[in-house]
């Protein structure tokens, strides 16, 4: 039997639901998904795996105007998804107006590999607004293959995915059947502990943050873990923290049961709070964060 395998890349402005629809695909909540912008920084690979497929998808932050180092960086991670993409995947949803980047735009209209525009949220249009949009968006891409989904609800993502398979090219696998996707455990550890944060905390906390797994020592039957939550301003710890501690309690009451749930055993986790000035555009921090790949 001849095997498939190919890089799905998927892309598009902040909160069109690029993160739902990757979960959707693997079955696992591999990228954090909240209802602020910017809630994806880095590139997560999320591998599903079939008797004669691989399907090797690719989360990627939204596509913004950087504003300074660490935004350079994380756009730099859109960059790599034209570079090693068999199928590119361009997600839009319902009423949104071209990507904030012309030049990602023109990248898209002039690729040579397979593109499926996907028209998600479409939950919230009426049958009019979708025949409208799916023309303005046939006129302005007509290298796609245009999709009406909606990742949240899992319409339409089956024949979405089946069509992926249609179109992979003839490969063996790029990494082991029984993989999941490319990030270490601590990774996961860092982004529940981020999403708890970007979920509570307004303004400009959730974006001041960056967490980081001390140690992970594993046994049979618990976890645990210590974390680093790293803040930009002295202010910001003391937000973070909250009255008695109890704002910081509930991150980590919160983050464990998405834990215990990913892993499949208890978690104990401490975590502390550390200022480090300025640490979005310190590129040795960034390197350290896994934003810097030079």
Known sequence: MSHKAGFVNIIGNPNVGKSTLMNAFVGERLSIITSKAQTTRHRILGIVNGDDFQVILSD?????????????????????????????IYMVE??????????????????????????????????????????????????????????????NVKEVFNRIIDLLPASPPYYPKDQLTDKPERFFVNETIREKILLHYKKEIPYSVEIETEEFFEDENIIRIRALIMVERDTQKGIIIGHKGEALKRVGVEARADLEKFFGKQIHIEMYVKVNKNWRSNTNMLKRFGYNQN
Do not use: C, R
Not at 67 to 77: C, G
Not at 82 to 88: Q, S
Not at 121 to 139: G, H, N, P, R
């Open 60 to 88: 990627t932050p939204g596509i913004i105007k950087p504003a300074y180092e660490m935004q350079e960086s994380m756009m730099n991670f859109v960059k790599s998804a034209f570079e090693d993409a068999d199928i590119l």
């Open 94 to 155: 319902i009423g949104e107006q071209d990507l904030k980047d012309e030049a990602f735009f023109n990248k898209i209209i002039h690729a040579k590999i397979p593109i499926l525009l996907l028209l998600n949220k479409i939950d919230t249009s009426d049958q009019v607004q979708l025949e409208e949009q799916v023309a303005y968006w046939t006129s302005k891409v007509p290298n796609a293959e245009i999709f009406p989904i909606s990742a949240l609800q899992n319409f």
